[in-house]
Nanobody
Framework: QVQLVESGGGLVQAGGSLRLSCAAS????????MGWFRQAPGKEREFVAA???????YYSDSVKDRFTISRDNRKNTVYLQMNKLKPEDTAIYYC??????????????????WGQGTQVTVSS
């Protein structure tokens, strides 16, 4: 069982920055592919970014060049640095872990464990 705990959400003005953190339990974090997803009110959950166990990163087109995903295996933590935030980035952000391997990084069904989410609100 893997537990994921997100932190770092909050209220920020458009153009500002936030850094989300996701701390994972377990002894094999370095072997997990990790992802960030978000869900806005009335919308489906969507892929934001992912980092594989080997460090390869992927981004959705809507956040590419503004967000950066990274991981620190010594701390069992994955980060999402969000810059140039826009009101349309407002959502609950979820961290997810693919502990089994082989899942599609962009699909929520490819992940085995989820955090509880952290709210990000960007005001105009």
């Amino acid at each position: 069982q893997v537990q994921l705990v997100e932190s770092g959400g909050g209220l920020v003005q458009a153009g500002g920055s936030l850094r989300l953190s996701c701390a994972a339990s377990g002894h094999t974090f370095s072997s997990y592919d990790m992802g960030w997803f978000r869900q806005a009110p009335g919308k489906e959950r969507e892929f934001v970014a992912a980092v594989t166990w080997s460090g390869t990163t992927y981004y959705s087109d809507s956040v590419k060049d503004r967000f950066t995903i990274s991981r620190d295996n010594r701390k069992n933590t994955v980060y999402l640095q969000m810059n140039k935030l826009k009101p349309e980035d407002t959502a609950i952000y979820y961290c997810a872990a693919d502990a089994e391997g082989g899942g599609a990084y962009y699909a929520s069904r490819g992940y085995d464990y989820w955090g509880q989410g952290t709210q990000v609100t960007v005001s105009s």
